[in-house]
Every structure is written in C-alpha cells, then in structure tokens.
C-alpha cells in the first residue's frame, strides 16, 4: 500500500509539470486554433535566462518574473513577425514554422550556454544548483500514510491547481478570454463585431508562452539543473495531457497532465519488465493513439460539428 501510494503522489508531481505545459499549449488552441511544436523549446530558453539571472546573482522571484517577461516577449514576436504572415497563406505551414522554430531555439541555447547542465561544477558558477521555487531539501516532506511526500511537490501541485483557477477566470468572467474564445472559432466574424483580432492572437502566445517559462524553471527545479533536452520528453508528455483532457479544455489539460503524469509512473513501476524509465515516453504516444481513435475531441474538449 504505501509502495502504490509513493507511486500515486510522485505521478502526481510529475503530472502537475506536464499540466503546467499542457496549459501554454490550450491557450495558444483557445485563442488562435494553432498548435505550438515549439512551446517546450520556448520554455527552455526561458528558463535558461532565469539560470543566468541567478548568476547574476538576482534572486529567484525576480529571475522568474523576467524570465516570464521575456517568455511573453518570445511569444508575442513570434506570433507577430513568423505565425500571422504564414497563417494566411497557409495554415499547415504554421506546423512547419514551429517545428522550425523548436529546432532553431535549442540551437541558439547551445550556441549562448553550451551542452553541458548548468549549473555545473566549474570555475565562476555562482550557483551549486537550479533554485527550486519551493522547498526541497531532503527534510522537506510530509509523511502521509507511510508514503513520503515532499513540500515541493505539493507547491507545484497547489501552482497548477491557482493558475487553472485563474485562467478558468480569464476565459469565462473577462473580455479578453471571451475575445480569445471568438477569434479561435471564427476569425472573420470575431473581426466583424468588433474584436481585436490581431492584438487576441499575439496576447495568447505571449501569455501561452509565460506560463511555458513557469513550468520550464518548475521542471528544472525539481532536476536541480537546466539542459538542451529538458524539455523535451515534457512536451511530449504535455502534448498527450492535452490531446486527452481536449486542446480547447483548460481543465481537461490539467487533469490530462495528472493522469498521464499517474499512468507513466505506475507503468514504469508496476510493468518495469516491458516498461521501465526507458520507455515511459510510450506510454504517452500510446495515450495520443488511443484518444485520437476513439475520441479526438478530447475528454473534455468540444466536437466540432461541420455543416455541409
């Protein structure tokens, strides 16, 4: 029992990671109808500027709140200057664009950081390890039923459970979420009543993009470092979590995380002969294969009905 329990809580942890991109990935959906291959890489880059911010020696609320600003700036731009021209001749080139775009942003983190894991242990690193925004020293954990929970998986599971609440706010109690819901269903006819179009679409990326940033420093806290492959697997997770809780369901993608985050954890424990660490990003595929076939709308997402 306390076995299942340990695996429960720790998949929760994970899952809550997942959740935080997955939400990025159904802001960028709600507002535009696009899906950003390249919102993990975004992610990473913000969190490597976070990184050296604190070898700047800048503490880690304000390193997270620039590192937020810039992941705000990165989607804004690249809404503006890459995704708006190559939408209106082609919406499948906005996939294209991305996946360029996710190529070129790990490039350029290589390029400004190297390959290596930072911090490391060389010369003129003032940091030992990535900061955790919560407390994660080997003695900050709950004991609950005989299941060791840490107090930095518990801050990253109350994170999620906040920014769901508010984004939930945003998008059905304020004009802006209401304006997002509109151009994602009907460009044209949002422009016809009235609605920002343009300033809607580069906002969701921008915003999508902020919280990609959260969930990048989340992640590298709890690895205690920051790499080129990071974020990798987690937007493959993510991808799953919002494939199954719905694109367009902000909800649905936080449940999705944790459920993916449950499934993967339990899998690599209970199945670890056909499993194992080293395959625990199958189970995710499996997942997008199944939810595709059987209900592509998502758990919670909206059918889209087709008149002919």
């Not at 590192?67 to 990165?74: H, K, R, S, Y």
């Amino acid at each position: 029992m306390e076995l299942f329990l340990q695996r429960l809580f720790d998949g929760l942890s994970q899952g809550s990671v997942y959740s935080l991109i997955a939400l990025g990935l159904v802001i960028i959906y709600r507002g535009t109808g696009h899906l950003n291959f390249a919102q993990g890489e975004m992610a990473l880059f913000c969190t490597y500027v976070v990184y050296q911010c604190g070898e700047w020696g800048l503490p880690i609320g304000i390193s997270l709140i620039i590192g937020m600003g810039v992941g705000f700036a990165l989607g804004a731009v690249t809404e503006v200057t890459l995704i708006r021209p190559v939408a209106k001749k082609s919406q499948f080139a906005v996939f294209i664009v991305t996946l360029g775009l996710f190529q070129f942003l790990n490039w350029l983190d290589g390029a400004i950081w190297k390959d290596q894991p930072l911090p490391n242990s060389g010369v003129g690193s003032n940091q030992t390890s990535f900061p955790s925004l919560f407390p994660n020293k080997p003695t900050d954990f709950v004991n609950v039923f005989g299941a060791a929970i840490k107090l930095q998986s518990i801050g990253v599971f109350l994170l999620v459970l906040v920014l769901f609440g508010l984004l939930y706010l945003l998008f059905n109690y304020t004009k802006l979420g209401l304006a997002m819901n509109a151009v994602a269903s009907n460009a044209e006819s949002a422009k016809l009543v009235g609605i920002r179009t343009n300033m809607v679409l580069m906002v969701s990326w921008g915003l999508a993009a902020a919280i990609g940033a959260l969930g990048g420093v989340v992640f590298a806290g709890i690895n205690s470092n920051v790499n080129l492959g990071l974020m990798f697997t987690v937007f493959i997770y993510a991808s799953a979590a919002a494939t199954l809780g719905g694109f367009d369901s902000p909800g649905g993608a936080v449940l999705g995380g944790l459920i993916i985050g449950v499934i993967e954890n339990m899998a690599a424990g209970y199945a670890e002969e056909w499993v194992g660490q080293e395959l625990k990003v199958g189970v995710a595929l499996v997942v997008i294969l199944v939810v595709l076939l059987v209900k592509p709308s998502g758990l919670f997402g909206t059918a889209k009905v087709e008149r002919v």
